[in-house]
């Protein structure tokens, strides 16, 4: 990594009261949206404009956090244009490259490693409706079934029948699907209990 990123911190809205001319002309109007540093209050009017606060030719990111990590989003060359209302700002220093979009935008930051990885979505869950398990059985695995679900403890049996879907995550799915495979082989009870389409 040929560059320096510097972590400014968090931000987050905030409003003030409205700010007056001396002759008593609204300058800022009450509920003007501002931004200021989570950690510390400072304003991001003043901090952005302070004298060395950004290395000249720098890149400046906003980060969002989601559940995915930080992402980032919009980069800036000025800090000017920058508002990073609810938002993580890092600033990318020494980077030499052409088009800082292309290796920095909508990325996963690490703030510990101060990395940058391509972002990677989660795997669809898989559910099977109960519904579809009786419509591909035949009249006899029917009854295989229910015989399978008496086996089950009475917590187990209050849960697949209040339940809507089977979740192929759930440790629960792992123990039927094991009666599935007694009672009718592998391959039965994978077409049985395969992911519903919609």
């Known amino acids: 990594m ?3 990123i510097i972590n400014h911190g968090n931000w987050v809205p905030y409003t ?3 700010v007056l ?4 002309f609204p300058l800022v109007p009450a509920g003007t949206i501002f931004c200021k540093r989570e950690s510390d209050g400072v304003d991001w009017y003043d901090y952005s404009r302070a004298e060395g606060t950004f290395q000249p030719g720098s890149i400046k990111v906003v980060c969002l956090r989601t559940n995915l990590g930080l992402i980032t989003q919009a980069i800036y060359a000025e800090a000017t244009s920058v508002f990073p209302q609810n938002c993580t700002l890092i600033e990318v220093q020494g ?3 052409e088009k800082p979009h292309r290796t920095f935008e909508y990325k996963v930051y690490d ?3 101060h990395t940058f990885s391509d972002i990677v979505l989660p795997a669809a869950p898989v559910i099977t409706y109960k519904k579809d398990i009786w419509v591909r059985a ?3 695995e029917a009854d295989i079934i229910d015989q399978v679900l ?3 403890s009475t917590r187990k049996q209050r849960i697949f029948n209040e339940a809507q879907y089977l979740d192929h995550a759930n440790p629960l799915f792992a123990e039927l699907y094991a009666g599935f495979v007694q009672a009718f082989g592998t391959e039965r009870a994978d077409q049985l209990l395969a992911g519903s389409s919609d």
């Open 2 to 4: 040929n560059y320096t």
């Open 16 to 18: 003030k009261d409205a």
């Open 21 to 24: 001319s001396p002759e008593g």
């Open 95 to 97: 980077w030499e490259g």
């Open 111 to 113: 703030p510990e490693t």
């Open 138 to 140: 035949t009249d006899e």
């Open 150 to 152: 008496s086996q089950q």
